[in-house]
């Protein structure tokens, strides 16, 4: 008889590792699968059904065919994808200066100060901030009260329900999600090359365009990614700020699913609202030349 051939310790190593690494991994894929994979799935096949009478349903198309049939609905889908855009775009314009002189500028106890208050806006929550502003810029607020002491304005000044109103509150609510991963990225710079840039004859402009940018695109990337799907999906900032006609995607999904009890509409827009998202954020790594890998890592 044969004796079975002995289990080495290397091998009792590996399938350790190997299960270990299995556990750890656990918690993630099931929350993955649990909490995004399966319930896309669903929101997929509640999009795909029609209902005909009370709990009697049956394959349709009806659901995305009155979404592209109603024009309220598709101008709503791009004004949103639009003005997405746009924000994510100013989020950008003004939170590079900012990351850059955080990250290179400052030093020591002051760089910690100064990014310690791009994070005290968010120790409140997103609807706290958004009154705020609200309270900044209603009718009877502070900035209207102040224009007409200083004799700018004869009268009250109301600078809500509009969409430059919408836009500052969601630039302000994203700020925070551009300048982290810039800050991160802007920090693994080398000084040493920019003073090269320099001293080989290049200003700020070239010095910015041809080092600084090119070795913070991950990170531009990476926070663009995030404020634009922070954006698209946000719900309070559009209709506290713009109110009853601030024309925001998500709020149709809210009356679709909360209003009129329509699960299965609801669940077609939203679902076109993912498929937008992930159309927008694939064309933009396109042209950053970045991948997902890069950005995430």
């Given at each position: 008889m044969t004796n079975p051939a002995p289990v080495t310790k290397g091998g009792k190593t590996s399938g350790t590792i190997r299960f270990?690494?299995?556990?750890?991994?656990?918690?993630?894929?099931?929350?993955?699968?649990?909490?995004?994979?399966?319930?896309?799935?669903?929101?997929?096949l509640v999009s795909l059904h029609e209902r005909i009478s009370y709990g009697k349903y049956e394959f349709s198309l009806i659901n995305y065919i009155e979404f592209f049939v109603e024009p309220l609905y598709w101008n709503t889908y791009v004004r949103t994808a639009v003005m997405s855009i746009m924000a994510t775009v100013l989020t950008l314009v003004i939170g590079f200066p900012v990351s850059y002189y955080i990250a290179k500028m400052?030093?020591?106890?002051?760089?910690?100060?100064?990014?310690?208050?791009?994070?005290i806006?968010?120790?409140?929550?997103?609807?706290?901030?958004?009154?705020?502003?609200?309270?900044?810029?209603?009718?009877?607020?502070?900035?209207?009260?102040f224009l007409q002491w200083a004799g700018i304005a004869d009268g009250p000044v109301e600078m809500l329900y509009n969409?430059?109103?919408?836009?500052?509150?969601?630039?302000?609510?994203?700020?925070?999600?551009?300048?982290?991963?810039?800050?991160?990225?802007?920090?693994?710079?080398?000084?040493?090359?920019?003073?090269?840039g320099y001293d080989l004859g290049g200003n700020a402009f070239t010095v910015t365009r041809d080092i600084v940018i090119p070795h913070a695109m991950?990170?531009?990337?990476?926070?663009?990614?995030?404020?634009f799907m922070l954006t698209l999906g946000n719900y309070l900032t559009p209709n506290l700020l713009g109110g009853k006609d601030s024309l925001w995607f998500t709020e149709q999904i809210y009356t679709q699913f909360i209003t009129r009890f329509n699960w299965e509409s609801g669940s077609a827009f939203g679902f076109l609202l993912l498929v937008l998202s992930s159309l927008i954020v694939w064309f933009g790594l396109k042209i950053s030349r970045q991948t997902l890998s890069e950005t995430v890592g």
């Open positions: 270990g690494a299995v556990l750890l991994a656990m918690p993630l894929v099931l929350w993955l699968f649990l909490l995004v994979i399966l319930p896309h799935i669903d929101l997929l400052m030093r020591g106890k002051g760089k910690s100060i100064l990014f310690l208050l791009c994070l806006p968010f120790w409140v929550s997103e609807l706290v901030r958004t009154f705020g502003w609200m309270i900044l810029l209603r009718e009877s607020g502070v900035i209207s009260n969409d430059a109103t919408i836009m500052v509150g969601l630039v302000y609510t994203s700020m925070l999600f551009m300048v982290v991963p810039l800050v991160s990225v802007l920090d693994s710079l080398d000084d040493s090359l920019i003073e090269a991950p990170g531009i990337a990476s926070g663009c990614i995030v404020v």
